[in-house]
């Protein structure tokens, strides 16, 4: 038998839009600090948001990075700078088994 008490409740349209472009924060946050990089529990803090959602959203965009290297670039995400709307791109490492994000612009 189906369990109702396990479904999530619904939630309001507010904070589905807040939720929704977490990667345009996180994206916005590095770009704005390329000096360094970042672990994802130092971005989260930074802006406010669980150190999971960061690390969720960091990986969406590392598939959708992938996905549009593996297709040539027919399906592909393009992340913009707010400031003046270069393509950047997201740079991970691995240092001690923690890893570190920086953004890197690109020309268009």
Not at 39 to 68: H, W, Y
């Amino acid at each position: 038998m189906f369990d109702q008490s396990m479904n999530p409740p619904p939630i309001d349209a507010a904070e589905f839009e807040a939720h929704k472009d977490l990667s345009g924060l996180i994206i916005q946050f590095l770009c704005r600090n390329q000096e360094k990089g970042f672990s994802a529990k130092e971005i989260g803090n930074a802006v406010g948001l669980k150190e999971g959602d960061v690390n969720n959203s960091l990986l969406k965009l590392s598939f959708s990075d992938i996905l549009g290297e593996l297709t040539g670039g027919l399906i592909s995400r393009k992340h913009a700078s707010s400031r003046d709307q270069e393509l950047v791109k997201i740079e991970d490492v691995t240092i001690n088994g923690v890893i570190y994000y920086r953004c890197v612009k690109k020309r268009s």
